[in-house]
């Protein structure tokens, strides 16, 4: 790869890269490491992570669990429906 202005060469940065265990995220880590870029990549796949450390190079580091994924989290979101209320007008059936 040739460089060019959008792709500078070393240019002493670092970058940390999540969901970098495979797929875009592992491409878009080796793509700046390529480019001289210090990586941290991090996924709840460690063993994946670690292989994307291994391949973007030294001074590369990986590390697992790349934001929450406690179940009181995953199932905030899921948990919490609306729940009928009579106050707008509407009736609820017994």
């Known amino acids: ?3 060019t202005d959008t792709q500078p060469q070393n240019p002493g940065g670092t970058v940390l890269i999540t ?6 995220g592992r491409s878009f880590a ?3 490491a390529e480019r001289g870029y210090a990586v941290a990549v991090a996924d ?10 291994a391949l973007a190079g030294p001074p590369a580091v990986a590390s697992g669990r790349a ?9 905030r979101g899921r948990s919490r ?3 009928p209320s009579s106050a707008a007008g509407g009736s609820t059936c017994s």
């Open 67 to 75: 934001g929450s994924t406690s179940p009181r989290w995953s199932r």
């Open 30 to 32: 080796l793509g700046f």
């Open 44 to 53: 709840i796949d460690e063993a994946g992570a670690a292989e994307t450390a």
């Open 81 to 83: 429906r609306p729940r």
């Open 1 to 3: 790869m040739t460089p």
């Open 19 to 24: 969901g970098a265990a495979g797929g875009l």
